[in-house]
């Protein structure tokens, strides 16, 4: 089973910068694509940025020229790179990875445990 941990969270204000770490660990899988996602209080969990092992990405419209989500070469650890954030970025963020398990030829998806970033105005 993977698990996932996320790091780098934290308070900041407005303006700054933060950079979040999540990396993936366990046996015989291998990463697709991993992602972002937030969720601020009273509201739906959204995408932020994803990228998969090609290095393809999307990000959400509000974070495009802001955020930047990578992947290092072994696939395992995905990075979110936050500058010039305001408080509406706000939220606690997950990771999210679709992982296919080599030992079993089955697909699932894993999410991380949250790490919250908080920005002030």
């Known amino acids: 089973q993977v698990q996932l941990v996320e790091s780098g969270g934290g308070l900041v204000q407005a303006g700054g910068s933060l950079r979040l770490s999540c990396v993936a660990s366990g046996s015989t899988f291998s990463i697709n694509r991993m992602g972002w996602f937030r969720q601020a209080p009273g509201k739906q969990r959204e995408l932020v940025a994803a990228?998969?092992?090609?290095?393809?990405?999307n990000y959400q419209d509000s974070v495009k020229g802001r955020f930047t989500i990578s992947m290092d070469n072994a696939k395992t650890t995905v990075y979110l790179q936050m500058d010039s954030l305001n408080p509406e970025d706000t939220a606690v963020y997950y990771c999210?990875?679709?992982?296919?398990?080599?030992?079993?030829?089955?697909?699932?998806?894993?999410w991380g445990q949250g790490t919250q970033v908080t920005v002030s105005s």
């Open positions: 999210n990875a679709d992982v296919y398990y080599i030992s079993s030829a089955r697909y699932n998806t894993h």
């Open positions: 990228i998969t092992r090609d290095g393809r990405t």
